[in-house]
C-alpha cells in the first residue's frame, strides 16, 4: 500500500514505500505506525511498537473510526478542490541531458543546460547557463540567463542580464534598470519600455514605446509615439518611423543623431500597397494548390477520383468528421505539451496542421470540380481544367463578405472528412436503379426480373 503525501499525520502502514532515511526493505521489515513530513519521507514513531496479534486490531479500530470523518472532509473540500483546479492548474516539471522542461512549474535551483517553459504565470528565478523559451500570460525573468532569452506573453518583464540576445514580444514588455543584454535586442509589443542597457543594437516595434536607457549601437524604432528620457544613452543612429515626432529629452545623449521619418499609419496609400500584396499572396497560393492538385490527379488519379465521390456521396459523414478533426487536432497538440513526454509528438501535429489544412481546401474544391467533369478518373484533361476554373471561381468569390467565406470553410471542412474518410477505406455508398423494361417476345417475366441490377457510381 502506497500513501500520498499527507504532513505531519501519524498512519499505519505495512507496506510502505520510503524514500530517506529508510528504503523500500526496511520499510517492509518495519511496518507499523509511520509519519509523513513535508519531503514525503517516512519516520518511524518512536514508543509505538505493533505486535502482529495487535497489527489487526490497529487497522481495523483506525479504518472504522476515520471512514466517516474522512468521507464528511472529502464531501466539504469538494468545491475547494474544484476552484483551486481551475484557478491553480497542475506543475509539471522535468530535467532532460541538463535541459529543464516546465509546465506552470519554475526551476527550483540553477539550470546547466536550457530552460523551456510555459504556463500561465512564469516567474523564472533562477539563473540559466543556456537559453531561455519562455511563454505564458505573464512572464518575469529576474536572474541571470547565459545563452539567449525568447519570451511571449501578455507581459513580459525583464530584470536581469541575458548573455545573448533577447527576442521578447508581448502586449507589455519592459525591460528594468537591472536588465541588460550583451547581444541582439528585438522587442515587439502594444507598450515597450527600454530602461535597461542593449549592445549592440535594438530594434523596437510597437504602439507606444519609452527609450530611456543605454544601448551601445543603432536603435531602430517604428511606433505611433516615442518618449526619449533623461537617462537615455545612444551610441550609434537611432531611425525612428512614427506618426508623430519623438519627444526627446534635453538630457538624452545620441550619439548619431535621430533620424526622423514620418509614417501615417493610417495612410490610404499603404493600404493599397498592402492591398495589392495581399492580392499577389492569394494568386500565389491559388497557383501553388493548382499545381498540387495536377500533380496529385496525374500520378493517382483512381485514389483522388474516390476522394472527391466521398466527398459529394457522403457529404454529412465528410464535414462531421472535418470538423471534428479541424476541432480536436490542436486541442490533442496543447494535451500532449502539458504532458511534456508527448511534446515532440504534439509539434509534429503543429506542423503537419497546416498541411491538412492546405490538402483540405484543395480536396474540397476538386470534389466540386470532379462532380462537373463526370466520374471517369481517366479524363486527366478535363478534371485539371476544371480545377483550374474552381480555384479561380473561389479565389474571387473569397473577396465576398460572409458568403465567401462560409463556403470557402463548408469545403475545408467537407476536404478534411473526405481525406479521413479516404484514408479510413470508407467506401461510396452504390445507387441502384431498377429500369422498367418491355418483356421481349418469347421471354418470361420472370427471365427479366433475375437479370442483375444497373449500377451506376
Not at 4 to 21: D, M, N, Q, Y
Not at 249 to 261: E, H, K, S
Not at 416 to 425: F, K, P, S, T, V
Not at 431 to 448: F, L, M, Y
Request: aromatic share 6%.
Amino acid at each position: 500500500m502506497q500513501t500520498t503525501r499527507i504532513e505531519g499525520v501519524a498512519i499505519w502502514s505495512h507496506r510502505l514505500t520510503c524514500k530517506f532515511p529508510y528504503d523500500e526493505r526496511e520499510c517492509e521489515a518495519n511496518s507499523g505506525f509511520m509519519t509523513i513530513n513535508s519531503l514525503n519521507q517516512c519516520h518511524r514513531i518512536e514508543g509505538f511498537p505493533v505486535s502482529s496479534e495487535s497489527e489487526t486490531f490497529w487497522r481495523a479500530a483506525g479504518l472504522a473510526n476515520i471512514l466517516p470523518a474522512l468521507a464528511l472532509v472529502l464531501l466539504l473540500l469538494i468545491p475547494v478542490l474544484a476552484c483551486a483546479a481551475v484557478e491553480r492548474p497542475g506543475t509539471h516539471e522535468t530535467i532532460i541531458a541538463g535541459d529543464y522542461f516546465g509546465a506552470n512549474a519554475s526551476p527550483a535551483s540553477m539550470v546547466e543546460g536550457d530552460a523551456f517553459i510555459a504556463g500561465v504565470h512564469v516567474d523564472l528565478k533562477q539563473p540559466v547557463n543556456g537559453d531561455a523559451l519562455l511563454i505564458g500570460r505573464s512572464v518575469s525573468v529576474s536572474d541571470r540567463i547565459g545563452g539567449d532569452v525568447y519570451a511571449s506573453g501578455g507581459s513580459i518583464f525583464l530584470d536581469a542580464s541575458v548573455v545573448g540576445n533577447a527576442r521578447l514580444a508581448g502586449g507589455n514588455v519592459e525591460i528594468t534598470r537591472r536588465g541588460q543584454i550583451s547581444g541582439k535586442t528585438t522587442l515587439v509589443g502594444a507598450r515597450v519600455t527600454m530602461l535597461g542597457k542593449a549592445g549592440r543594437q535594438l530594434a523596437v516595434f510597437g504602439e507606444d514605446v519609452v527609450l530611456d536607457g543605454e544601448v551601445a549601437g543603432n536603435v531602430t524604432i517604428a511606433s505611433r509615439t516615442l518618449s526619449i528620457g533623461p537617462n537615455a544613452r545612444v551610441s550609434g543612429k537611432l531611425t525612428y518611423r512614427g506618426s508623430l515626432p519623438a519627444q526627446v529629452d534635453p538630457a538624452a545623449a545620441i550619439t548619431g543623431g535621430i533620424n526622423y521619418l514620418g509614417f501615417d499609419f493610417e495612410d490610404e496609400t499603404y493600404r493599397a500597397v498592402a492591398r495589392v500584396i495581399a492580392w499577389i499572396g492569394a494568386i500565389a497560393f491559388t497557383v501553388g494548390l493548382f499545381l498540387i492538385g495536377t500533380l496529385t490527379i496525374v500520378m493517382a488519379p483512381q485514389s483522388t477520383a474516390h476522394m472527391s465521390r466521398l466527398g459529394r456521396r457522403r457529404p454529412i459523414a465528410s464535414i462531421s468528421l472535418g470538423l471534428l478533426t479541424l476541432l480536436l487536432m490542436p486541442v490533442t497538440a496543447v494535451l500532449l505539451m502539458l504532458t511534456l513526454v508527448g511534446i515532440p509528438l504534439a509539434f509534429m501535429l503543429l506542423l503537419i496542421w497546416p498541411m491538412i489544412l492546405i490538402f483540405g481546401y484543395l480536396a474540397g474544391v476538386m470534389a466540386v470540380s470532379d462532380a462537373i467533369a463526370g466520374p471517369s478518373a481517366d479524363a486527366k484533361g478535363r478534371r485539371i481544367f476544371l480545377l483550374a476554373m474552381g480555384l479561380g471561381v473561389m479565389l474571387l468569390f473569397a473577396r465576398v463578405p460572409f458568403a465567401g467565406w462560409i463556403i470557402g470553410v463548408l469545403l475545408l471542412i467537407m476536404g478534411i472528412g473526405a481525406m479521413a474518410l479516404n484514408a479510413m477505406g470508407a467506401t461510396v455508398p452504390v445507387k441502384v436503379s431498377k429500369d422498367k423494361r418491355a418483356v421481349p417476345v418469347g421471354r418470361s417475366p420472370e427471365t427479366i426480373s433475375r437479370q442483375e441490377p444497373t449500377l451506376r457510381i
